[in-house]
Nanobody, 120 residues
Framework: QVQLVESGGGLVQPGGSLRLSCAAS????????MGWYRQAPGKQREMVAT???????NYADSAKGRFTISRDNTKNTVSLQMNFLKPDDTAVYYC??????????????WGQGTQVTVSS
């Protein structure tokens, strides 16, 4: 089992910045990817950015050039630096982790979510 705890959400004006952080605990040795997803009211949850153990990084088109994902494997954390925020970025942001075990099973974990509101 992996537990994920997010922090760093809040209210910010358009054009501002926020940094989200997520700390993983539990069976972290099996984690092979971590990332951020978001869900706006009335919309489906969508990928924002992911970071694999092989250092492959993916960004949603909406995040490219504005958001930066980073991982610290020594601390089992993943962060999302969000710059030039727009009202359309308003959503609950979720930390995600993928774990694999020696039998080939894969598990997916989610944090509790942190609210990001971009508004003047």
């Amino acid at each position: 089992q992996v537990q994920l705890v997010e922090s760093g959400g809040g209210l910010v004006q358009p054009g501002g910045s926020l940094r989200l952080s997520c700390a993983a605990s539990g069976s972290v040795m099996g984690i092979y990817a971590m990332g951020w997803y978001r869900q706006a009211p009335g919309k489906q949850r969508e990928m924002v950015a992911t970071f694999t153990n092989s250092r492959k990084i993916n960004y949603a088109d909406s995040a490219k050039g504005r958001f930066t994902i980073s991982r610290d494997n020594t601390k089992n954390t993943v962060s999302l630096q969000m710059n030039f925020l727009k009202p359309d970025d308003t959503a609950v942001y979720y930390c995600n982790a993928l774990e694999g075990d020696s039998d080939g099973y894969q598990y997916e974990y989610w944090g509790q979510g942190t609210q990001v509101t971009v508004s003047s």
